[in-house]
T-cell receptor, first 113, second 115 residues
């Protein structure tokens, strides 16, 4: 089983739609959680951190459920520019004190006019 | 977040040759990370590079194949040695942001094609 699992998609949605992505992680020692966005042929860029209380940034809402080891990302009022691959990322501290990130394989979103 | 640059941005190489990728950061950082992203896949950590010590390699990656240098706190290189077509990938360096809950920020990547 992969340490971080995502639905690969693609999700094809019309402009203005609301779309939700889910992610599950297997390591209960995971401490920090993030969503990254990766455009085609570009590097991943941090979209937002995910907190237990849930957090919102404009049209984007991220939620974390530690008991179920589940993370979600909700995008409201989708724009054409939201088309990208969304990576779920989980971090934990190793015995060495180093922080290790594990990346999901990504969910592809295509917003259509 | 730090500004990270990589050279080259892309290259096409013959099998059996080696390529050295450079990563430059605009501020001093303790750790730098090298990742690989194969076509259609997510990111896999190759190794962590600390200044003044040997790099720490992840399972499945060895120093002979991916030697790393870290001569100072703003620069690192990754060499892909004795390349084969299976090494065709995007190679990305990253650095940690500040703070305990901060994450990593990535350079633009080097797109490598091995013929």
């Amino acid at each position: 089983r992969k340490e971080v699992e995502q639905d690969p998609g693609p999700f094809n949605v019309p402009e203005g739609a609301t779309v939700a992505f889910n992610c599950t992680y297997s390591n209960s020692a995971s401490q920090s959680f993030f969503w990254y966005r990766q455009d085609c042929r570009k590097e991943p860029k941090l979209l937002m951190s995910v907190y237990s209380s849930g957090n919102e940034d404009g049209r984007f809402t991220a939620q974390l459920n530690r008991a179920s080891q589940y993370i979600s990302l909700l995008i409201r009022d989708s724009k054409l520019s939201d088309s990208a691959t969304y990576l779920c990322v989980v971090a934990r501290f190793m015995d060495t004190g180093r922080r290790a990130l594990t990346f999901g394989s990504g969910t592809r979103l295509q917003v259509q006019p | 977040s730090a500004v990270i640059s990589q050279k080259p941005s892309r290259d096409i190489c013959q099998r059996g040759t080696s390529l050295t990728i450079q990563c430059q950061v605009d501020s001093q950082v303790t750790m730098m990370f090298w990742y690989r992203q194969q076509p259609g896949q997510s990111l896999t950590l190759i190794a962590t590079a600390n200044q003044g010590s040997e790099a720490t390699y992840e399972s499945g990656f060895v120093i002979d194949k991916f030697p790393i240098s870290r001569p100072n706190l703003t620069f690192s290189t990754l060499t892909v040695s004795n390349m084969s077509p299976e090494d065709s990938s995007i190679y990305l360096c990253s650095v940690e942001g500040r703070g305990l809950t901060d994450t990593q920020y990535f350079g633009p990547g080097t797109r490598l094609t091995v013929l």
